[in-house]
């Protein structure tokens, strides 16, 4: 059996959503290890495509200092004896790491039992963890390196069919990635009335912990505008909009290349190695979407680039970007791979 592993954000769990599903159209259902801190057990509790979902208390170390850092490297220390022992009973013969926190304890016990690792990269910059394992992985997938065995992003099919043609502004979408951005919520509220003003509708993702001060705010201003902290139905908000105003998060910026969306990207600046940055450069150093950093991003400049877009001409030119059935083609080569036991 294969086993995905990995989690933390919407970004992770996508691509590993992306892959179930391309294991299950061929009627394979794997195995899922993630955590129970971040939103693991919100996307995988329970979910059919996985044949079991096992969620351990594993913690960045990254992020923590001092004490908090051997705490941390101590659970995953323990996990790792719990993941060797879940392996080798389940019989697992592949792991592909999604990355994240979540991905430490199954990766390295996989790694100890000699059971080959392949890793998938969502950003621009390798993070900590896929960097610390590349060394020691069969396959190391990146949509931003010359050298990877495979290059397209796993977008799900559902952003593809959010495709459409597109030459004005009608509708505008602010999307602030899986937890929302704080930033993205304070811009919305300086510019939403103008653009309302010019008959522009409004679509906003912001995120669990503003949705009732967004919802106050479009309220008090007489806005009919679609706030929602986080959508199932992502794809289906993508097809509205027109244009968006976003940060770069890796799933965000491939899926809106996918829905052929020219997007203001904003990056989330405390991003390891100033990821996001990285993620939508691949975009506009071709001159596909604007790019402000947060400090850039003041009301008159985000105005300036949506009265300039260029709506057409990206809309044209983001399908030569991406191609359908990234996720497919990593399982195909992951089935070619796997050991016969
Ligand atoms: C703050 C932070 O550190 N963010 C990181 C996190 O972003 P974040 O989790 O925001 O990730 P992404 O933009 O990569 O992906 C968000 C995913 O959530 C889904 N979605 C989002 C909103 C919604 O309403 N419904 C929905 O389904 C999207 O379809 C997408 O697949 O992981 C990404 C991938 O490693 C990184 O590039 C980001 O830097």
């Not at 323990?78 to 592909?96: G, M, P, S």
């Not at 100890?112 to 993070?127: K, M």
């Not at 010019?198 to 993702?205: A, D, F, K, L, Y």
């Amino acid at each position: 059996m294969t086993l995905i592993t990995g989690g933390g954000t919407g970004g992770h769990l996508s691509i590993a959503k992306a892959l179930c599903e391309a294991y299950n159209a061929r009627g394979i259902r794997p195995f899922y290890i993630g955590s129970t801190n971040g939103q693991d057990k919100t996307w995988f509790e329970g979910y059919p495509g996985f044949k079991n979902t096992v969620f351990l208390p594993s913690k960045g170390v990254v992020n923590q200092r001092g004490l908090g850092k051997v705490l941390a490297l101590w659970i995953i220390f323990k996990q790792l004896f719990t993941c060797r022992a879940l392996l080798k009973r389940h019989n697992i013969l592949q792991v592909v790491s999604v990355g994240g926190y979540a991905a430490a304890p199954a990766t390295l016990a996989a790694l100890t039992l000699g059971i080959p690792v392949y890793i998938h990269e969502q950003n621009a910059i390798t993070g900590k963890l896929n960097s610390l394992l590349r060394p020691f992985a069969k396959a190391f997938f990146s949509s931003y390196e010359a050298h990877s065995p495979l290059k397209n992003y796993p977008v799900a099919t559902r952003f593809f069919e959010a495709y459409r043609a597109r030459d004005t502004l009608k509708t505008l979408l602010f999307l602030g990635g899986s937890q929302g951005a704080r930033f993205i919520n304070q811009l919305a509220r300086a510019i939403a009335p103008i653009l309302h003003n010019q008959g522009i509708r409004i679509i906003h993702q912001c995120g669990k912990s503003e949705l009732e001060a967004m919802m106050d705010f479009y309220a008090k201003h007489g806005i009919d505008a679609d706030v929602f902290a986080f959508s199932n139905v992502l794809h289906d908000k993508l097809h509205e909009a027109d244009v968006a105003i976003a940060r770069a998060g890796a799933g965000s910026v491939w899926e809106l290349c996918a829905a052929g969306i020219p997007t203001l990207f904003i990056p989330f600046p405390y991003a390891a190695g100033n990821h996001q940055y990285h993620n939508a450069k691949t975009f506009t150093n071709q001159n596909l979407g604007g790019l402000l950093r947060q400090e850039e991003a003041t009301p008159q400049a985000v105005l300036a680039w949506l009265e300039n877009a260029h709506i057409k001409r990206i809309n044209l030119a983001l399908p030569a970007c991406l191609s359908k059935g990234g996720a497919d083609e990593i399982v195909a080569w992951l089935e070619r791979e796997k050991p016969s036991r």
